[in-house]
Structures are given as C-alpha cells and as structure tokens.
C-alpha cells in the first residue's frame, strides 16, 4: 500500500460502518472477488442489510453472536457460476453439497458455521470455496492441517503460487483504489455502480 493510500487510511473513521465495508470488501465491490466475509458490530445489522439491497451484490447472514455479525456478500452470478465448476463441484460434494441450488448451500454453511463459532463443530472449509479460494489451496490447508504452506496472503497457498501472486496484487489494487475512491467523498454504493 502506498504512503499516500496508508495516510487516507488512517484518517478514516474506522466505526462507520461504509469504512469497514471499503477496507473489508475492497476486492469484491471492484468485481475482483465473487465473495467476501464481514464482520460488523451487530448494532450495523439492518444498515448491511439495506445498503446492498437492489445492488449487483447479495447479502447474506452468516452468523449473528451477542456482539456482531457475520455475512457474505457474495455476486450471485459469478458465485454459481463458479460453484458449477467441476473440481469445485467435486469438494462441495465432498463436503455434502450434492446437488444443492446456492440458497440450500448457503443456509446449510451458516448451520455449520454457527456450531463451529459456539465450538460445537470443527471449521467448515467449504467457506474456502464459496469464497472462491482454489480448490488445491482448500484441500492442501485440510490436509496440511494449516501448515506447511508456499505462502500467506489473502489466503494460505498450497499451489501455483505465480497465479496466487498475480491474484492477490489484483487484491491489494483494488485495497487501494477503493480506499482512494472513498476517501474522495464515493459512499460504497457510488464504488458498485463503477464497477458493476
């Protein structure tokens, strides 16, 4: 992140929830990403909710705690289109997704998710996918049980880290570029609309 970038950062109000969006999200509201996690105080609940509604991006409730909330965002499009994917279909059915519409999938994963945050149930990977991590990097993380990775980025990689690299720089770009974008007065729905 450049010196100018970093400096536009820290001038941010950091509790806005459209502040959180731009830093959390940046790759998904450029179109880069098909998902993306958030993480916001639950009292932002209703205003997630209402500020990607009748966007390019759905929003999803992933888990709801005492204190925040959980959701992915996700491009429906891009999302199914990459879940349709034959190694993608083939670990989501390893998982036991088998034929499954995004809306079961989805529902499924935040059950699974929610038991895993009451630490009632192991993590479920397939996060990792509906995140659009490749399929290599989900697997090898199983089965290195977190370890023994190439290299730590947006994700740990497993495989072909040239790609990785290439994709992660397109990652930080749009860190950047949102943040610059933002810190210009665009609210994040203005960001969307250039991008989608």
């Known amino acids: 992140m450049s010196r100018e970038t970093l400096d536009l950062m820290l001038e941010l109000n950091h509790r806005e929830l459209e502040t959180q969006v731009a830093l959390q999200c940046a790759p998904l509201l450029t179109g880069l990403k098909i998902s993306n996690l958030l993480t916001v105080s639950k009292a ?5 909710i209402r500020l990607f509604r009748d ?3 759905s929003c999803f409730l992933l888990y709801e705690s005492e204190e925040k909330v959980t959701f992915l965002l996700y491009s429906r499009e891009k999302l199914e289109r990459y879940l349709r994917q034959k190694d993608v279909r083939e670990l989501m059915e390893h998982f036991g997704y088998q034929g499954m519409a995004l809306g079961l999938i989805l529902r499924k994963v ?4 929610g038991a895993h945050m009451e630490e009632k149930a192991d ?20 089965e290195n049980e977190g370890k023994n990775f190439l290299y730590i980025g947006y994700w740990k990689v497993y495989s072909d880290l040239s790609e990785c690299m290439r994709v992660f720089a397109g990652y930080n770009w749009a860190r950047e570029k949102v943040i610059q974008m933002f810190s210009g007065g ?7 609309n250039c991008y989608h």
């Not at 993590?123 to 199983?142: A, C, N, Q, R, W």
């Open 123 to 142: 993590f479920p990977h397939e996060i990792g996918l509906l995140l659009g991590y490749p399929t290599k990097d989900v697997s090898g993380f199983i």
């Open 186 to 192: 665009m609210g994040v729905r203005n960001i969307l």
């Open 110 to 113: 935040a059950l699974r998710y």
């Open 44 to 48: 932002h609940r209703n205003e997630v």
């Open 55 to 57: 966007t390019a991006v």
